[in-house]
């Protein structure tokens, strides 16, 4: 195998990245080591790749970026049990310490002791990358790396939509980006009664509508609050799936969720945010929920049956397919919204199979 390998790094504290090379990094005894044929941009990598606040305050370049993706297992450690070469793995990507009471008590994903691959260590963004054999996923073999690669992200909508009853629910799906439409998919999968999505790029209003929702409001346009109280005959939605991070849609979710209603939010907002806690949350009897990644591993285990329930539209939600080199263009594609997820090819043998 050779002995370089290429990356998109985040070289330097500034806006940007670079295609660079690095070397193929080597399984510990403990870890795997995977031959990266698809990887997925994600929001996270976009606050990186544009250098904002948060990332400023968290990431420590030089290092390889991205998170999302599946591969070939090519090497394992010489205690790993569970993995071999040969099996077609994606990875939950929080890296837990195992110990700690919230990993002994099934609650894993909020450990206090996280690390996050490709943020806190090098990432997907290569031809290689190494993982916890505890964090790989086994996939069938034979399904479109592109669909495996964004199961961690699905984990996400899978897990807001799914934090609390949905069959038979009204849901505003509050901000149609890549999870976003993910949750729209959701929600109709799964048999909520009316999916409505809340977004302002055309783009992805129009996707959420082809992935499901039932009706599609652009608030720059109309008054969310006054639509869906009258598409809800006064009472407001049962649940409100928050993925915008955007102070005046939260404001305004809060108007039109149904009394007793539950509010489970994902989307993180730029700074703090003014709620009518007496008004829209105690007095309305709601439920709000922060929603922090994925379960380990129930979410995983949810998402795994969706897909092969075939009720999921996998197709429309990967909308754009690059050589890992035009990452660039990918990241300008996030930054204009007018994508669903976009996948990265190190290999282009791959990629051209796809098309």
């Known amino acids: 195998m050779k002995n370089l390998m290429n990356v998109v790094m985040k070289k330097e504290a500034k806006k940007g990245a670079v295609y660079s090379q690095k070397e193929v990094p080597a399984p ?64 939950e990507t929080h890296i837990v310490c195992e110990v700690c009471e919230f990993c002994k008590t099934g609650q894993a994903h909020i450990c206090k002791d996280t690390k996050i691959l490709g943020v806190d260590t090098d990432g997907t963004y290569a031809e290689y990358v190494v993982i916890p054999e505890a964090n790989a996923w086994v996939n069938p073999k034979g399904v479109d790396p592109a669909y495996l690669a964004i199961q961690e992200p699905l984990g996400n909508a899978m897990h807001t939509v799914m934090a609390g009853p949905i069959v038979g629910k009204t849901i505003a799906v509050v901000g149609c980006g890549p999870i976003g439409i993910m949750a729209i998919a959701v929600a109709k999968a799964v048999g909520a009664s009316k999916v409505i999505a809340v977004e302002v790029n055309e783009y992805r209003l129009n996707l959420a509508k082809k992935l499901g929702a039932d009706i599609a409001i652009n608030p720059m346009h109309e008054d969310p609050i006054e639509t869906i109280l009258q598409a809800t005959g006064g009472l407001g939605v049962d649940v409100v799936a928050e993925m915008s991070g955007n102070a005046r849609a939260i404001d305004q ?51 795994k049956g969706l897909i092969e329930s075939g009720n999921l539209n996998l197709e429309d939600l990967v909308t754009h397919r690059l050589p890992m080199d035009e990452f660039e263009k990918g990241f300008d594609l996030m930054e204009s919204g007018n994508c669903g997820k976009v996948v990265l090819y190190p290999d282009m043998e791959i990629l051209e199979q796809t098309r």
């Open 28 to 91: 510990r005894s403990d870890e795997v080591l995977v031959k990266i044929h698809a990887t997925s941009i994600c929001g996270t990598d976009a606050h990186i790749y544009q250098w904002d606040e948060w990332s400023q305050g968290r990431i420590k370049p030089p290092y390889v970026m991205g998170h999302e993706f599946a591969g070939e297992v090519i090497e394992v450690g010489d205690k790993v049990k569970s993995i071999q070469a040969g099996d077609i793995i994606s990875a």
């Open 253 to 303: 979710a809060l108007k039109y969720i149904k009394l007793g209603g539950r509010m489970s939010m994902l989307g993180i907002p730029n700074d703090k945010v003014a709620i009518d806690v007496a008004n829209d949350i105690v007095f309305k009897g709601i439920t709000m929920q922060g929603i922090a990644g994925r379960k380990m591993y129930d979410t995983w285990y949810q998402v």
